[in-house]
């Protein structure tokens, strides 16, 4: 059955649509439902005149899981994609269990009160998935997600062991604007004023948000600043590839997106505890979101690059080897075949092939799995046809910081 019911139509849900769309053979039917109908129905209407598929519209609260599972019972699809905001990861894990459907995510859960995201929530619906016979697939997206697959791809073809493995997320792109985030600002901001932290030697090194820099040249974009992060992959790289010594996630960032964050959080911006005004609370980080461009809306005028891939360093064959695999993905072009910049792009597509394999039959089991667990041969052959190719290349040494 290749029903499809995605919920979450912002720029991500937009993407994955129209590429759902372009892949009738694919999906048969498609279904996109939201907080506001509004915004499905000026996607669906994208999609149509893009590609003359016409796809059903619904307004759903993914919260309410009541309501989340009569639309399942009533749109009977072969999978749910959701495209929402983490924090309703696990009322439509619920909603899928209660309707006896299969699940895809592309970010893992984060309690709203607790800028804390980790997968020890969504891993715990492992039984009751497996007990039902459903599968749920979490973070099928860029980052997490195609970072996984390029390492199970590493692992499985490029090196007999991996020692160390460092993520690079570039965002060459460039709105003229500034400040305002590729994806939702919330989630967005939460995540980059968090702690760092990487995994070395079985255990986790934290330290202050930003604080740690290199500079790389990135293919097709040039030398750009990128920082120590804390990012979601890799507490399930690290424990699904226990091999792995050092693990690092690293992300670029601009001065000028630097500057305004700083004041932004010393002025109190970013918190994400309420706050009184004029007789009402307020979540400062909440508030800001309202005033920041919606990243749908930033399509039009962004250009560049995106550069995401990941380097790591172990043996073929006795023999030291260190191997970068990565995409490149170009802003207007990514616009121009879909209404979308190429941070919503990388993540939609990455979605609409996950869930293409789940209808389809190449990625089946019972339980919860994280992308690093399932087969990445067809997985890298899609991204080659859908989209987003990538390259290897063979490093001459280890990257030396
Ligand atoms: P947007 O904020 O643009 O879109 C989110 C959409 O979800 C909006 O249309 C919003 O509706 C809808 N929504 C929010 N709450 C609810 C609800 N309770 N019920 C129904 N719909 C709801 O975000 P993005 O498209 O940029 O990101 C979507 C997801 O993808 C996020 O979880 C994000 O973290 C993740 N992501 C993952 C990446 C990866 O590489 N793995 C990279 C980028 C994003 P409304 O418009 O009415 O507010």
Known sequence: MSRVLVIGAG?????AVHKMAMNADMFSHITLASRRVAKCEAVAASVKQRTGVTIATAALDADDIAATTALIQAVKPGLVVNL???YQDLAIMEACLAAGVNYL????YEPRDEARFEYSWQWAYQERFAAAGLMAVLGCGFDPGVTSVFTAHARKHLLDRIDTLDILDCNGGDNGLPFATNFNPEINIREVTAPSRHWENGGWVEGPA???KQVFDFDQVGPRNMYLMYHEELESLARFYPEIKRI???MTFGDSYLKHLE???????TRIDPVMFEGREIVPLQFLKALLPEPATLGSVTRGKTNIGIIATGEKAGQPKTVYVLNICDHEAAYAETGNQAVSYTTGVPAMIGAALMLGGQWKGSGVFNMEQLDPDPFMDLLNRQGLPWQVKDLASPLAF
């Open 11 to 15: 720029g991500v849900g937009s993407v």
């Open 210 to 212: 930003l604080a740690h």
């Open 248 to 250: 690092r996630f690293w």
């Open 263 to 269: 004041v932004l959080r010393n002025v109190g911006m």
């Open 105 to 108: 995510d592309t970010a893992n």
């Open 84 to 86: 929402a905001l983490p």
